[in-house]
C-alpha cells in the first residue's frame, strides 16, 4: 500500500471521474508516500497552510492503472503515480488530526 495527502475539499472526484490533483498537471505525477508516518511528516512540512481537513489515501498498488516509480527525493524513496488514480485504487480514507498550527496530531477513520 502506498499513501497520498489530499484537501477533503478534492475528494472524492465526481462520479464516474478518476482523480486528477493539480501535481499531475504541473509536475506529471501524484506524490504518495510509503508508509502513514511519512505522509504525517509530509503534512507537517509542506500541508501546514492548507486549510481544513487533510485525508490520507491509502492506495492499492495492484490496482494503479497508471506507472508507479520509486524516486528519490529529499534522501528518502517516495512513490509516484504517473497517471491519475481510479477510485477503486482507493481502499481506505482516513482524516489526519491536526492542531491550530497546522501540525499532525495522528489519524482517525472517516466519519
Known amino acids: 500500500m502506498i499513501f497520498h495527502l489530499v484537501p477533503e475539499a478534492e ?12 501535481s499531475l498537471s504541473t509536475e506529471g505525477f501524484v506524490h504518495c508516500s510509503g508508509d502513514e508516518a511519512i505522509a504525517q511528516e509530509v503534512a507537517a512540512a509542506l500541508y ?22 520509486w524516486e528519490e527525493a529529499d534522501g528518502r524513496s517516495f512513490p509516484h503515480v504517473y497517471g491519475e488514480i481510479a477510485p477503486d485504487a482507493v481502499v481506505a480514507v482516513q482524516e489526519l ?15
Open 11 to 22: 475528494w472524492p472526484p465526481a462520479p464516474g471521474s478518476a482523480y486528477r490533483p493539480a
Open 48 to 69: 501546514r497552510e492548507v486549510p481544513g481537513t487533510l485525508l490520507l489515501l491509502t492506495l492499492d498498488e495492484s490496482r494503479l492503472t497508471a506507472e508507479l516509480r
Open 97 to 111: 488530526r491536526r492542531d491550530a498550527e497546522g501540525q499532525p496530531l495522528g489519524l482517525a477513520p472517516r466519519r
